[in-house]
């Protein structure tokens, strides 16, 4: 009894040290706000989770692959338009297909993550940092209150895909994220009902995102897709919920671009 307990402290520790170093990074990139340097960083945490994907999809990694996957982010950095980078990279990931002996599996990582990957550069680069900071706040704070919510009330499980969330968990982390991101964001989307909106499919999308990454180790039976973060795992264990966030935000400020129009 005693060394679960201290096995759990111990993993807590780990989470909250790693995750401040996470945010103490971020911030010094976020406040400093240059397209460049975004980039780069960025592009180092698409190719790590380039390559941890090729695990879940239960590929071998080419260098191939590596070299056309830096090819698009080159591309994303010089045409911000991600229709264009979207079918530059599925041409590419058909060339992949083809030398790879016709596996279709190799054209996976060209889709997730390199597509919410995308759209998170496209996010920074046409709106501002702003509106990523608020993505990244409400979809921690969403993984916050699931987390020890789920711990505190935790009893009906969520889906099969991720045994140990549980409905409950989800519920607080719902509530407890969309009532802060609701208040946060009417900055950014001009009033309470738009933000509220915003915080609530954002925050489902995400949770979306994260049972996708559970249901892709559990099949190839996988605790974490990569071990580079202690406490969390690999970059996707991190980011799979505000990758998959950044494409429900990018599509809502589309419609409402679309609607003010």
Request: proline content about 2%; hydrophobic content about 55%.
């Amino acid at each position: 009894m005693v060394e679960k307990v201290k096995a759990i402290v111990m993993q807590d520790f780990k989470r909250f040290w790693s995750g401040v170093a996470m945010i103490v990074c971020l911030a010094v990139v976020f406040f400093i706000n240059n397209t460049t340097l975004t980039w780069a960083l960025m592009g180092v945490l698409y190719l790590i989770a380039f390559f941890e994907s090729t695990r879940l999809y239960q590929i071998s990694f080419h260098l191939l692959g590596l070299l056309l996957a830096i090819l698009i982010w080159i591309g994303i950095y010089y045409s911000h338009e991600a229709l264009v980078v979207a079918l530059f990279g599925l041409c590419i990931a058909s060339l992949t297909l083809i030398v790879s002996d016709g596996n279709p599996k190799y054209t996976l990582p060209f889709i997730y993550p390199t597509l919410p990957f995308v759209s998170l550069f496209v996010l920074y680069t046409a709106y501002g940092v702003g509106y990523l900071i608020w993505l990244i706040l409400i979809v921690a704070l969403a993984d916050i209150f699931a987390y020890y919510g789920g711990r505190q009330f935790g009893k009906t499980k969520l889906c099969a895909a991720s045994p140990k969330k549980t409905i409950e968990g989800a519920l607080c982390g719902f509530i407890g994220s969309v009532m802060i991101g609701s208040v946060t964001g009417i900055g950014i989307f001009g009033n309470f009902y738009l933000s509220l909106l915003a915080s609530a499919i954002i925050v489902v999308i995400s949770i979306i995102g994260d049972l996708f990454e559970s249901a892709l180790k559990r099949k190839v039976d996988l605790k974490d897709s990569g071990s580079i973060l202690p406490g969390h795992g690999g970059i996707l264990d991190r980011m799979d919920a505000i990758l998959f966030g950044s494409i429900a935000m990018l599509m809502y400020l589309s419609f409402l671009e679309m609607y003010q129009i």
